[in-house]
């Protein structure tokens, strides 16, 4: 044989073997390294979120959707705010003494019926049950935490009482006790931020977690001093009459006739209302909310999503002043607004003088027209 031959014979069968023993050692051992993290990705921790406090202006914008106005006959109200998802909503016993149904007013205008199946004689708590506000998302409790000396706190009010409907301050007292009419207020928290006729029975907030941490409930006669009720002293008794409600209601002392919220409001001053509440819709794009707030007239020739569309480029809506006439059946409220604008040349300011029109539909208060007039 030829020694060429035979070396390439050789040759052959070596590269062979070879590719045969590279085969099996790739399809053993390739794979297994490949259930190592690949070296190209830099290996990624997985960072929990910080609980950042919500923004005061948040907080107190979020939390009036929840306040309610509580009316009796005789037109005297105070306030209130949804405390669970039944639709319960807490109060003071003295802005329902005497009463079994009340009319309650939403934030958004909405007239509501609300029943009284909670009561109490010396501790001045009620809870009303409004049936539409079932299912609602209601507020964050303190439920088991008494808010401290020196907390910041809020003190909202009844969302129509426009009268201090948002005060601020911090807790200042701790422990008092008095007594007015026949209730007696134990262990209350003194509050800086003053509580107006018509605050009675809205939220105390603690700002730096949004939680309800007590009820308002008194004031001196100055107006300077407000007293709140600690939630966490009184909870078992309203969550004992949401779950039982009281089948016949006790009468309050003969002093306390149920009308010591003593304001009442008129249309002029829900439209006021209303108007400040639309712009601040506006503000914090919830512009649902703002929608809702039109009449049916407007909303027919408008669709939601062109409403929407036309608010958009609006950073932000200052509402400068303010000026309400009665108008018959009607009210207009004029008001000059500064418009923080962006577009394509970057962002620029503009004073409009807007003319609002707002009537009664299906007995609430209404945006019905909005003529828009540059000041420039």
Do not use: C
């Amino acid at each position: 044989m030829n020694v060429k031959w035979f070396i390439s014979i050789i040759m052959t069968i070596i590269l062979i073997s070879g590719g045969i023993l590279g085969y099996f050692h790739i399809k053993n051992t390739i794979p297994a390294q490949l259930t190592a993290p690949s070296k190209l990705y830099l290996e990624s921790e997985v960072v929990e979120k910080e609980n950042v406090p919500q923004a005061l202006k948040e907080i107190i914008f979020e939390s009036q959707k929840l306040v309610v106005k509580i009316e009796l006959p005789d037109g005297s109200f105070g306030s209130g705010f949804l405390y669970n998802d039944k639709g319960d909503v807490i109060t003071n016993a003295h802005v329902v003494a005497n009463a079994r149904d009340v009319k309650v007013t939403s934030a958004d205008s909405k007239e509501l019926t609300g029943e009284v199946i909670g009561i109490s004689i010396d501790t001045d708590i009620a809870v009303v049950r409004v049936p539409e506000l079932e299912g609602s998302q209601p507020f964050k409790l303190a439920k088991t935490r008494k808010a401290e000396l020196g907390d910041d706190v809020i003190a909202l009010g009844s969302p129509l009482g426009l009268q201090n409907t948002v005060t601020t301050g911090i807790i200042s007292g701790v422990g008092r006790e008095f007594e007015i009419d026949s209730f007696k207020y134990e262990d209350v928290f003194q509050i800086s931020a003053p509580i107006a006729p018509g605050n009675s029975g809205g939220p105390l907030i603690d700002t730096k977690t949004g939680e309800v941490v007590g009820i308002n409930s008194a004031t001196m006669d100055q107006g300077v001093i407000g007293f709140s009720i600690p939630l966490v002293n009184v909870i078992p008794m309203i969550e004992s009459w949401s779950a039982s409600p009281m089948e016949s209601l006790p009468r309050i002392g003969a002093n306390t006739t149920g009308n010591s919220a003593g304001e009442t409001s008129t249309n002029a001053d829900i439209a006021e209302y209303l108007v400040n509440y639309f712009y601040e819709s506006i503000n914090y794009r919830d512009y649902v909310t703002a929608y809702s707030l039109l009449g049916s007239s407007w909303q027919s020739k408008t669709a939601y999503e062109d409403f929407r569309a036309g608010y958009l480029d609006y950073l932000t809506i200052e509402v400068d002043d303010l000026l309400t006439k009665q108008n018959g059946n009607k009210v207009e409220v004029i008001t000059v607004i500064t418009a923080q604008e962006r577009s394509e040349k970057g962002v620029s300011y503009k004073k409009f003088k807007v003319t609002f029109e707002l009537g009664l539909e299906n007995d609430q208060m209404k945006i019905l027209s909005e003529k828009r007039e540059s000041m420039e």
